[in-house]
């Protein structure tokens, strides 16, 4: 398997805090990582960096062999996709959240891949009308990750998507993520969640700073 996603020797810094240090990771398509670790670790600073929502203070990042700095940042998170813990719809439909990604790429929007991916966690077609105001939590939550995959990432990155999320629709988002697994999609996540830890192929444990931490492999 090819390389996707490498760390060398990645640190982050706050002013005089030491976030991160000495990260290395070596992602390959298809894998699936799961991050663990304390609270404080830098687990979800890990994500954001991968992200490119900020920007390593030591060390690099790369994207298939290119330094994610060189990608327009748009472009890139069309390709590595994060997902929060806490999903954000925007406008007033599921319509208009599952649109977006096709608006944004100037594509014509599939309908069928919209309803298949609907019907993949569980909801009617009929759902792209509802308001985000009258889902609950776990269907903001499905709505969010479909958005994610609605044109599909080559890594999408998990920040706890399952948290707080009732039995029935923690199976539902499993399955979603198990669906872009198998066809050979990359995965990063970070989770708490003793099944989830399991079913990852690539375990990467952080330590806090003050802990003597550096970086430890699967």
């Not at 990771?25 to 929502?53: D, R």
């Not at 298939?64 to 007033?92: A, E, H, M, W």
Request: proline share 4%; hydrophobic share 35%.
């Amino acid at each position: 398997m090819n390389t996707i996603l490498e760390l060398k020797k990645v640190g982050y810094q706050i002013h005089n805090k030491q976030i991160l240090n000495n990260i290395n990771m070596n992602i390959k398509e298809g894998e699936h990582w799961t991050l663990v670790g304390p609270s404080g670790a830098g687990k979800t600073t890990i994500l954001m960096l991968m992200a490119q929502m900020i920007s390593p203070t030591a060390g690099e990042i790369m994207f298939k062999s290119q330094d994610i700095k060189t990608f327009p940042p748009t472009d890139y998170r069309r390709s590595v996709s994060y997902c929060f813990q806490q999903p954000t719809l925007f406008g007033k439909t599921v319509r208009d959240n599952l649109e977006f990604p096709f608006q944004i790429r100037k594509q014509d929007v599939d309908v069928a891949r919209m309803e298949e991916l609907l019907e993949l966690v569980n909801l009617p077609k009929s759902y792209l009308e509802n308001t985000v105001n009258e889902l609950s939590g776990g269907e903001k939550q499905r709505i969010a990750l479909i958005r994610n995959l609605m044109i599909r990432p080559d890594i999408i990155l998990l920040d706890e998507v399952t948290t707080g999320l009732d039995a029935e629709n923690k199976e539902i988002v499993h399955n979603l993520i198990e669906s872009f697994h198998h066809n050979n999609g990359t995965i990063v996540q970070i989770t708490h969640d003793e099944g989830e830890i399991k079913g990852a192929s690539k375990i990467f444990e952080l330590k806090k700073i003050t802990d003597k931490a550096g970086d430890k492999h699967e």
